[in-house]
């Protein structure tokens, strides 16, 4: 009698266990198994476990992981050096030497200065006449209120005027005052020699034109502003300026230089 109970009870129990397995292995072959075991064909975590808890590898994505179709996964990309800084843009300036300071020689004392001198021995301007003929009116006041500034050599009309040195014709100018004149310079170009108040210039007389020491020039006359009754030349020198102005320059009185010890007649 209990062999019988006992046969029942072990038949009744495997029948429970029998179905408590069979329960098990439905619910696993739903579910799958309660644990994974690593294999050579799972991905491993740094150190080897596989995180129970990651996603399907279908799911993962980001840097390493599977993009999900399947592929191989990418490379991290290679990391960006930072651009080194930018080199300085400032000018570099390099330092020059001052320029030499010339100091400029001193002027001599205006006392010092020695100025051309016309030359001595000039030809009396009016032929024929010698020196006792000349008067010295180089500073006399005119009615106008300005210094004669020339000597007035007396002769009658027509009397042949003739260049006082070599030089050159540089202007005939018939004027208000003067008259028929003629401007002169000496050879240097330093003088101009001014015969005024002409009654006509010599045959073929030229601007330009070379001419020696005692050529005839002209004839005295009364033209411009002399009186018909007192015919005469006017007759003055002055020192030209760096300009070369034929009609300005410095007066001079001209009476030394043709009453001198070596003035004289032409």
């Given at each position: 009698m209990?062999?019988?109970?006992?046969?029942?009870?072990?038949?009744?129990?495997g029948?429970?266990l029998?179905?408590?397995?069979t329960?098990?292995?439905?619910n696993?072959a739903?579910?799958?198994?309660?644990?994974?075991?690593?294999s050579?064909a799972?991905?491993?975590?740094?150190v080897g476990?596989?995180d129970e808890h990651?996603?399907?590898?279908g799911d993962?994505?980001?840097?390493?992981?599977?993009?999900?179709d399947?592929?191989?996964?990418?490379?991290p990309?290679?990391?960006?050096q930072?651009?080194p800084?930018?080199?300085?843009?400032?000018?570099?300036?390099?330092?020059?030497?001052?320029?030499p300071?010339?100091?400029p020689a001193?002027s001599?004392?205006?006392?010092?200065?020695?100025?051309?001198?016309?030359?001595?021995?000039?030809?009396?301007?009016?032929l024929?006449?010698?020196?006792?003929?000349?008067?010295?009116?180089?500073?006399?006041?005119?009615?106008?209120?300005h210094?004669?500034?020339a000597?007035?050599?007396m002769?009658?009309?027509?009397?042949?005027?003739v260049?006082?040195?070599?030089?050159?014709?540089?202007?005939?100018?018939?004027?208000e005052?003067?008259?028929l004149t003629?401007?002169?310079?000496?050879?240097?170009?330093?003088?101009?020699?001014?015969?005024a108040?002409l009654?006509?210039y010599a045959p073929d007389?030229e601007e330009g034109?070379?001419?020696?020491?005692?050529e005839?020039?002209?004839?005295?006359?009364?033209?411009?502003?002399a009186?018909?009754a007192?015919p005469h030349?006017?007759?003055?020198?002055?020192?030209?300026?760096?300009?070369k102005?034929?009609w300005?320059?410095?007066?001079?009185?001209?009476?030394?230089?043709?009453?001198?010890?070596?003035?004289?007649?032409?």
């Open positions: 209990r062999t019988a109970a006992f046969a029942l009870v072990s038949l009744l129990a029948a429970v029998g179905a408590g397995g329960l098990y292995w439905v696993q739903r579910t799958g198994p309660a644990c994974r075991c690593p050579a799972d991905p491993v975590g740094p476990v596989v990651a996603p399907a590898t993962r994505t980001g840097p390493g992981l599977d993009s999900g399947g592929a191989a996964p990418s490379p990309p290679a990391m960006r930072p651009a800084p930018p080199l300085p843009t400032t000018a570099i300036v390099v330092p020059q030497p001052d320029p300071t010339v100091t001193p001599p004392p205006l006392a010092s200065v020695r100025l051309p001198e016309p030359q001595h021995g000039l030809a009396i301007p009016v024929g006449l010698d020196r006792e003929a000349l008067r010295d009116n180089f500073a006399e006041m005119r009615e106008s209120g210094a004669h500034e000597i007035d050599i002769a009658p009309t027509g009397t042949p005027v260049a006082v040195q070599d030089g050159t014709i540089v202007k005939l100018f018939d004027s005052r003067g008259g003629i401007y002169q310079f000496d050879p240097s170009g330093s003088f101009a020699y001014y015969y108040h009654d006509r007389l034109q070379q001419v020696r020491r005692g005839v020039i002209g004839y005295v006359g009364s033209t411009g502003n009186s018909a007192a030349l006017h007759f003055s020198i002055f020192r030209l300026g760096p300009e102005r034929w300005q320059g410095e007066a001079i009185n001209p009476y030394p230089y043709l009453a001198g010890p070596q003035g004289g007649a032409s």
